[in-house]
C-alpha cells in the first residue's frame, strides 16, 4: 500500500503516519491516558510517540475530510508475524464502523507485507468489551501471552492467522 488511500466508495482516506502532526499526538494522549485510566500502569502496553515512530511500526491514521477519525498501527516482530497497536476510533465517531474499516485495513496492510500472523493485546474490563467483539467478528481468537508478554489480569491475547 502506499503511503495514502482512498477507502472506496467513501470519504474516508487513510495516510501511513509518521506521529509527528499535531492532530495524530493530541489523539495519542487521548488514548494513552484512557489506557492509563483503565488498567494499572503496569498493565498499560500502548506506545508513546517515540515508540510508533520506530522502523518496525507501520502506523496509519484515517481521515475524513481533514478531521482523524482514527487510528491503528502494527509492529513486526519478525518476518512473519506482527502484532496490532493504537487502535482507536475517535469518541464522537464510534458505533459506525469505523474501527471494522480500520482493522480491515491494517490486516490488508500486514498480508501484503507477508505477515502471516497477526496478535494483538487488549484490557479485560468492561471498557475493552467493544473492541474484544470486534477482534472477535474478525476472526481473532484468544491465545496466551506471545512476544514479551506475560500472563497478566487486565490483559487479553488474540491472534489471527492470515495464512
Not at 491516558?33 to 484515517?62: G, N
Not at 464522537?92 to 485495513?105: A, D, F
Not at 507485507?113 to 487488549?122: P, Q, R
Request: charge should be negative.
Amino acid at each position: 500500500m502506499t503511503s495514502s488511500y482512498l477507502v472506496p466508495n467513501s470519504s474516508l482516506e487513510f495516510r501511513l503516519d509518521d506521529v509527528s502532526g499535531s492532530a495524530i499526538q493530541a489523539f495519542l494522549l487521548e488514548h494513552l491516558a484512557d489506557m492509563h485510566q483503565e488498567s494499572p500502569p503496569e498493565s498499560v502496553h500502548a506506545f508513546d510517540f517515540s515508540r510508533l515512530q520506530q522502523p518496525d511500526i507501520r502506523m496509519w491514521t484515517l481521515w475524513s475530510a481533514q478531521q482523524l477519525v482514527g487510528c491503528g498501527a502494527w509492529k513486526k516482530h519478525h518476518a512473519q508475524m506482527a502484532e496490532l497497536k493504537s487502535m482507536r476510533t475517535a469518541k464522537q465517531m464510534r458505533g459506525q464502523g469505523l474501527g471494522s474499516v480500520i482493522l480491515r485495513h491494517l490486516i490488508d496492510d500486514a498480508k501484503q507485507h507477508g505477515i502471516t500472523e497477526l496478535y494483538l493485546e487488549t484490557g479485560s474490563t468492561a471498557y475493552f468489551a467493544p473492541a474484544v467483539a470486534l477482534y472477535q467478528r474478525h476472526g481473532f481468537v484468544e491465545c496466551g501471552p506471545f512476544a514479551d508478554y506475560t500472563d497478566d489480569p487486565f490483559s487479553r491475547f488474540f491472534v489471527l492467522s492470515l495464512a
